[in-house]
């Protein structure tokens, strides 16, 4: 064991008496203590709703999207129903979108109204966040509607209630009728069948219908504004995403006319600012652990005063300015470590019981009743790197004290 290394440890952890400066050095590993795990847990409960934003909008998001890269909709050709067989695709959905005025008894509010086949009904992670009815479109030969919460509750919607939803939507192909203006009009009466609730954007803007009755209602055909593809195990990746493999396979099949993202493309901007702000957060609460390590700084620079008499010593027995100065960086670096390994322990010791018992709980009606709490070994690592190199740089700083 080094010389600077021994002696540091000596004064860290021999018995001694309790004045003023170690009560300082118990103080300074406390704070680093408390900030480490602050970080952990922060970090942790950030990585929670990071997984629960991402579960939400995956929920209404396919694993891959293909859209046409000029137009609004499009005629799906036989280059789509080769993709049915493979092994590795769950299933080929068409999907009709656009914006309809909807109304129900005295009240009425522009929408946008999505046009599904049968399949999305199956295939659909939607169904697991129904607050009331079935994610059910069509019974015998009745249309049905599936409503997100706030569309349903402008519109005062039940399921329970009898009376069919009417929604409207201007002919492309009539004259517009000025003394009666309804005539260039077409209606689709739809009977609620659901509600659904992910997050507030989506529960204003959506309702789902069958995609035949939204084909008649905008006069169309055979057209689709996208086609969502859902996938098996087999064509995803190890983070949950359509592999490369899949990806690649369907551009080159579809040539330039479509654009293929996956889901991660398709909602670019949202997993750009999770990772924007946890990268905030950690450099803010890494700031703070900048402001408290300056403790470490004052308790050593008050135990190198009070060991004057140990460093006249060593140095009269041939230790030079060097290896008195390695002896109080040591002896900082030692402090922060032992913050850091405690810190480290209370926080993952609270991130285990909030995931096991969830104490502490989420106010008002969220998805989640307690606090999400996700440990990432990646975090823990950054966070001991991150502190322990703070800990390094202030300790360095009493090399000036010492000469």
């Known amino acids: 064991m080094k010389l600077s290394r021994f002696i540091a440890r000596r004064y860290l952890f021999a018995k001694k008496s309790h004045n003023v400066i170690n009560i300082i050095s118990i103080i300074s590993a406390a704070g680093i203590a408390i900030g480490c795990a ?3 847990i922060i970090l942790s409960v950030y990585n929670g709703f990071d997984g629960v934003v991402r579960d939400l ?5 396919a694993d891959v999207l293909v859209t046409p890269v000029r137009g609004k909709v499009f005629v799906p050709d036989e280059r789509f129903d080769a993709f049915r067989e493979d092994p590795r695709v769950k299933a ?11 109304q129900y008894g005295d009240r009425n509010k522009v929408v946008v109204a999505r046009g599904v086949d049968s399949l999305y009904e199956q295939v659909t992670a939607l169904r697991d966040h129904l607050v009331e009815g079935d994610f059910s479109l069509t019974f015998g030969d009745l249309n049905q509607v599936v409503l997100g919460r706030l569309v349903a509750m402008e519109l005062g919607v039940r399921t329970t209630f009898l009376q069919p939803l009417t929604a409207w939507f201007p002919s492309r192909t009539r004259q517009v009728d000025l003394l009666n203006p309804l005539a260039s009009l077409r209606q689709e009466k739809l ?8 997050e507030q954007n989506f529960d204003q803007k959506y309702l789902f219908m069958p995609l035949p009755a939204l084909r008649e209602l905008l006069e169309y055909q055979d057209e689709v ?3 969502e593809i859902y996938l098996t195990p087999q ?3 190890r983070k949950g995403m359509a592999s490369r493999e899949v990806l690649s396979a369907l551009k080159a099949s579809l040539g330039d006319d479509f654009l293929v993202r996956d889901r991660q493309q398709q909602n670019t901007t949202l997993y750009k600012l ?3 702000e946890k990268v905030a957060i950690y450099l803010i609460l890494l700031f703070v652990m900048l402001i408290i390590s300056f403790n470490i700084y004052g308790s050593l620079s008050m135990l190198i005063i009070e060991k004057r008499d140990d460093i006249a010593t060593l140095q009269a027995m041939g230790a030079d300015d060097a ?3 390695r002896i109080f960086v040591r002896e900082g670096w030692m402090i922060s470590l032992l913050g850091i390994a405690v810190g480290v322990g209370i926080g993952l010791l609270v991130c285990l019981l909030q995931q096991h018992y969830g104490f502490v709980k989420m106010p008002g009606n969220f998805v989640v009743d307690a606090y999400p709490v996700v440990v990432q070994p990646l975090d823990i690592v950054l966070v001991v790197v991150g502190v322990a190199f703070i800990g390094w740089l202030i300790s360095l700083l009493t090399r000036r004290i010492t000469k």
């Open 57 to 61: 909008n995956d929920a209404a998001t």
């Open 191 to 198: 009977h609620p069948a659901g509600i659904v609730s992910l």
């Open 235 to 237: 064509g995803l990746d």
């Open 225 to 227: 504004s996208s086609i």
């Open 92 to 102: 080929v959905c068409g999907v009709l979108e656009e914006s309809v005025f909807v």
């Open 274 to 276: 999770l990772i924007y």
């Open 323 to 325: 290896l008195v100065g």
């Open 38 to 40: 602050a970080l952990v």
